[in-house]
């Protein structure tokens, strides 16, 4: 009852924003707690998949996807980076998820909205915490949760005891530190640009799965192609990260 | 999300496993419980009657479900005091590894539980919402489970809605399973104390000089700004009310020994 009320509350910030991005700017007068959550939102999993397996285009294909849902949702005026690794080649040496993001903190879309207990909490994400930099980080975690993890429309991501299809699988194609795998053993669908040989790595939305909690590297699929990242459990969300 | 959170109600309250729901990745077991949360506190507050009193309690609650014939014990630390050495929750559960209700396993050994390396801290142990479940094999309300502004932090409200998020667990530890250094307060005074913070005396979710606490974690890893199961911060105080307000109840986490 409480989540429906909630969403009747929300519903229509999301329909002003679509339709009129004048009042999104002329927002600044407004009481926080009022704004509309996209034009704070430097966090999102992707609500849609590019939906050609692990052949995102490249890194360059998946930043476009990014950049075009968080238009989509109002916030344009952002540079967006999607949460990926590729391993090295010759004469191309690897990319680092954690190295393409910028510094954070990062809000997701929901960010300075009064949550339905009337709190203003506002916790964001820290890079040194979703990546454990230190033993006390990676012990203690991130707020790195399912409820965290929104999509750039506000949604939850469905996750495991969630009706299915699940879709918690999201492609990182990084190790738990935000690193690219050692080349070799493919871990990327060949750099994203595979929709049928090939593996990803991808981590959990919903921090539930496999074994661990992990939300960046919990397992690697087997094939890249779209009914293969399906058979595990996801459709080909990523993470994305507005870097400015 | 209605369906979803009707479906996690209908578990909680029927105290049906739910199998099918943690099917995904085969992560199905089949071997005997070694682990719980506690389907009900103690009620006391952060008074356990000490570790032998929570140790007891785990034990017959295990009983209760056909358990009884393994020793059980309560993930609880104990601080120093004059003549008595602290006590460590992680020393006090056996080796590992340890299968919940429906035998699925939470943690292979101690260093996975706790994650005594950075490897195995990033990834992390199994235990979450859905495999935190009580020796009746009932999902611990959590986060976002029947959120009623105000009255979920009120014990005479939360008593009689077995759904509300009771997520806290009392640990009395650190991230690393052992117990805090003498001085402040970690554990309502070594599982004895149902006080609270004099009037006057700081407030907030922090332990302070006199002022009673516990330190709790997250079956569902999902609150304080972190997601760590067995540390994620301190109570108001050491009453059954003050553990309520922050959204728990007293429960605790029990792991067979053998």
Not at chain 1, 107 to 136: V, W
Not at chain 2, 33 to 60: E, K, W, Y
Request: net charge negative; proline share 6%.
């Amino acid at each position: 009852m409480t989540h429906t009320r909630l969403w009747i509350f929300i519903g229509p910030l999301f329909a002003l924003t679509a339709t009129t991005t004048v009042f999104a700017q002329g927002a600044d007068n407004m009481p926080t707690s009022e704004r509309i959550p996209s034009s704070l939102m430097t966090f999102f999993v992707t609500s849609e998949p590019i939906g050609n397996g692990g052949n995102l285009g490249g890194l360059a294909g998946a930043d476009a996807h990014c950049q075009a849902l968080a238009a989509a949702a109002g916030a344009t005026e952002k540079t967006w980076r999607a949460y990926l690794s590729t391993q090295a080649r010759p004469g191309q040496p690897a990319v680092n998820a954690r190295d393409r993001i910028g510094t954070g903190p990062w809000f997701h879309s929901k960010a300075r909205l009064l949550d339905y207990l009337g709190r203003r909490l506002n916790r964001p994400i820290i890079s040194s915490q979703i990546h454990g930099d230190t033993l006390e980080e990676a012990q203690r975690g991130s707020n790195l949760t399912k409820e965290f993890a929104l999509t750039e429309k506000g949604e939850l991501v469905n996750g495991i005891g969630d009706p299915l299809p699940t879709r918690h699988d999201i492609l990182t194609g990084s190790q738990p530190d935000g690193r690219a795998f050692p080349p070799g053993v493919d871990r990327t669908c060949n750099n994203w640009t595979s929709n049928s040989e090939g593996s990803a790595q991808v981590g959990h939305s919903d921090r539930v799965g496999n074994g661990n909690i992990s939300w960046n590297s919990s397992h690697a699929t087997t094939g890249c192609s779209q009914d293969d990242l399906v058979s595990w459990g996801g459709v080909g969300l990523f993470y994305c990260f507005a870097v400015d | 999300m209605r369906t979803c959170l009707l479906l996690t109600v209908v578990l909680a309250v029927s105290g049906m496993a739910p199998s099918e729901a943690v099917a995904q990745h085969g992560m199905r077991g089949g071997t005997p419980m070694t682990f719980f949360v506690t389907s009900r506190p103690i009620g006391d507050g952060g008074n356990l009657g000490g570790l032998a009193g929570a140790d007891a309690h785990c034990q017959s609650l295990a009983a209760a479900v056909g358990a009884g014939d393994r020793t059980w014990h309560a993930y609880l630390s104990t601080q120093a005091q004059p003549g008595q050495p602290a006590v460590n929750a992680r020393d006090r559960i056996g080796a590992g590894p340890w299968y919940n209700f429906d035998g699925v396993m939470i943690a292979s050994d101690l260093a996975h539980l706790h994650g005594d390396t950075i490897e195995l801290a990033r990834l992390g142990n199994n235990l979450t919402k859905q495999s935190g479940l009580t020796e009746k094999g009932q999902i611990v309300p959590g986060l976002n489970d029947y959120q009623e502004a105000v009255r979920d932090g009120d014990w005479e409200f939360v008593k009689t809605t077995p759904y509300s998020n009771r997520h806290e667990i009392l640990t009395g530890s650190q991230l690393d399973g052992r117990a805090f250094p003498p001085g402040i307060d970690y554990t309502c005074d070594n599982w004895t104390s149902n006080r609270d913070p004099e009037p006057g005396q700081a407030q907030g979710l922090e332990g302070g000089p006199g002022r009673p606490n516990a330190q709790i974690g997250f079956p569902d890893r999902n609150g304080g700004g972190n997601g760590s199961w067995n540390s994620s911060h301190g109570t108001t105080g050491c009453s059954q009310t003050a553990l309520v307000r922050t959204h728990g109840v007293g429960k605790l986490y029990c792991f067979a020994i053998n």
